[in-house]
């Protein structure tokens, strides 16, 4: 959940810098020493759903959401995580959304919601633990993206990317260490290796947890029947 900005407090802060650079009232030389700085304040986190006084109480939830909303409490709440998906991804709401019909499904919606629900729940950070969320990947060069393994697709980078980030960041959810065979099946150039993993059930999830896919008739894709070729592309580890 993302914390609100106090905006009073900062611009209170900025107007109080602007009016030391424009030249304040200076001391006296001869004057007591100025005062220490009094510690920085910081904006507290207000959570949504939590009834704030003097405002109207948190609107329940319309319905139940799975996915990415999942662990909505109130409505408020959904959107601020959706507020946090637009940020992490470096995208508008209409990357997902058929605007104006926000409930409509959508490709990228089937994504998002696959992801949150067994992706996510597939992995397991390394030093120290927390929970998983879309700024563990989707992050490239310091910057949010949707393609963390860019458009078009460069083999070499991928493969050096999902090798020094994934396989170093993460375990899979079992405690095992994340390979490449944890998701595709096999390791890169395996006749069995799986290309695809987004929408399937390839992940390294106990089967117990395992959930189908949730558009209707995307099945996974067959085996290879030969290694892929040097040109032939690489795992996809971000949405279509």
């Known amino acids: 959940m993302l914390p609100r900005m106090n905006w009073a407090l900062v611009l209170g802060i900025v107007g109080a810098a602007m009016l030391g650079a424009c030249g304040g009232a200076p001391v006296p030389p001869d004057g007591p020493a100025p005062a220490p700085p009094a510690p920085a304040l910081k904006a507290a986190a207000v959570d949504d759903c939590v009834q704030q006084p003097g405002k109207k109480a948190p609107e329940p939830l319309r319905k139940r959401y799975e996915g990415v909303a999942a662990k909505a409490r109130c409505q408020r709440e959904v959107f601020t995580i959706m507020g946090g998906l637009t940020h992490f991804l470096g995208v508008k709401c209409a990357h997902c959304h058929e605007e104006p019909d926000y409930a409509k499904m959508t490709h990228n919606k089937h994504v998002a919601n696959w992801m949150a629900r067994e992706l996510i729940p597939s992995l397991a950070k390394k030093n120290g633990g927390g929970e998983v969320w879309c700024n563990d990947c989707h992050v490239v060069d310091g910057k949010g993206t949707a393609k963390i393994l860019q458009a078009p697709r460069d083999q070499k980078w991928t493969i ?79 949405a279509d």
């Open 160 to 238: 050096e990317w999902m090798t020094a980030h994934l396989s170093e960041s993460f375990d899979a959810a079992d405690g095992k260490p994340l390979r490449c065979k944890a998701c595709h099946g096999a390791n890169l150039g395996d006749p069995n290796f799986r290309r695809k993993i987004i929408l399937t059930d390839h992940l390294p999830v106990p089967a117990d947890r395992r959930k189908r896919p949730e558009p209707a008739g995307e099945a996974p894709a067959p085996a290879a029947t030969q290694p892929p070729s040097a040109d032939a592309g690489v795992p996809d580890a971000a």
